[in-house]
């Protein structure tokens, strides 16, 4: 990611320390509530990091519920971040433990959304970086593709690896992000236990909302 300058990060900090609300859940596609704010969404495989991320970027322990089962967000949850910017909590798109019939349930939800919102700015695709990009995010990144939503991938988790580990993670994922034309060119590294990343991921963020 480009160099951003103090100012640029004292400016995202303040917005993302300011007032933020859970406003909605939705469980299916008609309880998606009503076009109003830029929206920026979070999506990945379940237990990636997504609550525990939008906790740390917001500074509150508990705005998003952070669940040790993974595959137990069964919601598209919808925070309001000032007057400016709506973070959404999409639930993890796959887990071996989960019927198929019920992930099949939760992707068209998703997808169902990622198509069908105009005011979406952004997709933040995360990745573990310990485990790199799997099957089904390339998935993702493919149907991201078709419906011309641009999505930048964060990886997550980088604390439980080393500065080489993180460097060739970073790599792989470049790769694995070739031909992907929704794909925003820079890859973030993340850590919602150290706070590495999450200065310039509110800054990409931030100027989201205008």
Known sequence: MSEVSPEEIAAAKR???????FVAGAANFEAIPALALPEVAFVGRSNVG??????ALTGRGALARVSQSPGRTRQINFFQLGDVLMLVDLPGYSYA???KALIAEWQK????????????????LLVDA????????????????????????????TDKLSAAER????????????????????????????????????????????
């Open 130 to 157: 310990r485990r790199g990009v799997m099957d089904v995010d390339r998935e993702a990144m493919t149907l991201l593709d078709r419906a011309a939503v641009s999505y930048l991938v964060v990886l997550t988790k």
């Open 167 to 210: 460097a060739e993670a970073r790599m792989a994922t470049g790769f694995a992000l070739k031909g992907h034309i929704a794909a925003y060119p820079d890859i973030l590294t993340t850590s919602s236990l150290t706070g590495d990343g999450l200065d310039l991921l509110r800054c990409h963020i931030a100027a989201l909302a205008g």
């Open 15 to 21: 917005l993302f320390a300011g007032h933020c609300e």
């Open 50 to 55: 997504k609550s525990s991320l939008i906790n």
């Open 97 to 99: 433990q989960v019927s």
């Open 109 to 124: 939800l998703i997808f169902d959304y990622l198509r069908g919102r105009p005011n979406l700015k952004r997709v933040i």
